[in-house]
């Protein structure tokens, strides 16, 4: 495996502190032609599309991007608000179909995907892909934004204060924490 497949692989969780490239075909990219895989496809309507995440962290590890083009959360503001609720609305939804598993709804600070998506995950954490200490950490540090505190900032300050590298670096490099 390449160091671009093995990045690919193990930054898909969003979890990268890198810069971001934007051009079409880089890896940054993939959330845009995974909306379309039908293997991936959970739900889809003319606001968002729900996908399972190509490498999931947990049992249960979902996407939920809006059709709108909104590639960080540093381009959201309160115009972007009902959209918010509504891709948090349909998580809910969506996890309420696995009543046996407790689900988290959140945002990465600093996603290495372009396109913003709310994770839908389990807190379980069981999975072959959950593979180093940024995994676990960009889902169980304060770099895992909590979708209603992310709406509330939104709402209360018209925009959304993201971590600098820095900060997001040292959060994905803390010791591990047992949850």
Not at 24 to 39: C, F
């Amino acid at each position: 495996m390449n160091s671009s497949s093995k990045r690919k692989n193990d930054d898909d969780s969003g979890s990268s502190t890198g810069p971001k490239k934007s051009f079409r075909g880089h890896w940054s990219q993939g959330l845009l032609q995974s909306m379309s895989d039908p293997a991936l496809l959970v739900e889809k309507d003319e606001k968002i599309v729900i996908i399972k995440d190509k490498y999931p962290k947990a049992k249960y590890h979902f996407l939920v991007l809006p059709q709108e083009c909104i590639p960080d959360l540093k381009s959201l503001n309160s115009s972007h608000l009902k959209l918010l609720k509504y891709m948090h609305k349909k998580g809910e939804n969506l996890a309420a179909q696995y009543p046996s598993s407790e689900f988290r709804f959140g945002y990465h600070a600093i996603p290495s995907m372009s396109q913003i998506h709310l994770h839908v995950i389990s807190q379980d954490f069981n999975s072959p892909c959950l593979k180093t200490k940024k995994h676990w950490n960009s889902f169980t540090t304060s770099y895992f934004i909590d979708s209603d505190m992310l709406i509330q900032q939104l709402k209360e300050e018209g925009n959304v204060k993201s971590l600098s590298e820095a900060n997001g670096k040292q959060l994905l490099s803390e010791p591990l924490k047992c949850p």
